[in-house]
């Protein structure tokens, strides 16, 4: 079964370093999302991405914080001068269609972010 | 606004039992979905349930039930025969229809633990 991919599983850095976290969506797959959980808490919704422009964004998602699809494959979350507080499990995810409210988004495995 | 509710942070329950994990939700959008989500130890995010706000019937999936209620916006998982492997944290999620971002609105989460 086709699934969801994040690289790295784990990543440590520097607080003020820029990381980049990769993703490689479901194929077929149209609509791409960054989640992130902070340890002991729920998931929460970074930014939608869709037709290759971002389709929604939260307030966690500012300025610091970037998602590109470089080629046909890969979808990556940038966070350009990390912070202590950016430390947590960063998830991507797909999902087919655009709407569709009976559609699942499909999980990758998880990127841990740990900033020093 | 959107929300999502699991009032029980921890559950236990005897192996081959049936366990029911609460859910409620609010929101102002007519139509919507509602899922369910595994999240072990190891951290991804496994889906296994999903239920449309329009649908008549309850959803089953294996040994996975959701109990809908839609008067009441709750939108309970029941996991029957409960196996040593179901340990994990469990969030309810709910993706309203309207949004354009057609991202999920997670809750807390509530940890299971099967207990043999």
């Known amino acids: 079964e086709p699934e969801v991919t994040q690289t790295p599983s784990h990543q440590v850095t520097q607080m003020g370093q820029e990381v980049i976290l990769r993703c490689v969506p479901i194929?077929?797959?149209?609509?791409f999302y960054w989640y992130r959980q902070i340890l002991g808490q729920k998931v929460e919704f970074l930014v939608s991405?869709?037709?290759?422009?971002?389709?929604?964004k939260s307030e966690i998602f500012d300025d610091q914080f970037s998602v590109e699809r470089p080629d046909g494959s890969n979808f990556t979350l940038k966070i350009r001068s990390t912070k202590l507080e950016d430390s947590a499990m960063y998830f991507c995810?797909?999902?087919?269609?655009?709407?569709?409210?009976?559609?699942?988004?499909?999980f990758g495995d998880g990127t841990r972010l740990s900033i020093l | 606004a959107q929300k999502i509710t699991q009032t029980q942070p921890g559950m236990f329950v005897q192996e081959k039992e049936a366990v029911t994990l609460d859910c409620t939700y609010d929101?102002?959008?007519?139509?919507?979905?509602l899922f369910w989500y595994k999240q072990p130890s190891s951290g991804e995010m496994i889906f296994l349930i999903y239920?449309?706000?329009?649908?008549?019937q309850n959803a089953t999936e294996g040994r996975y039930s959701l109990n809908f209620q839609k008067a009441r916006k709750s939108a309970n998982l029941v996991i029957s025969a409960s196996q040593l492997g179901d340990s994990a944290m469990y969030f309810c999620?709910?993706?309203?229809?309207?949004?354009?971002?057609?991202?999920?609105?997670f809750g807390t989460g509530t940890s299971l633990t099967v207990i043999p």
């Open positions: 995810a797909s999902s087919p269609l655009k709407g569709g409210r009976n559609q699942p988004q499909h």
């Open positions: 194929s077929n797959h149209l609509y």
């Open positions: 991405f869709y037709n290759n422009e971002i389709s929604e």
């Open positions: 929101t102002s959008d007519p139509s919507y979905g």
């Open positions: 239920q449309g706000s329009y649908d008549q």
């Open positions: 999620a709910m993706r309203p229809q309207g949004n354009t971002g057609n991202q999920f609105y």
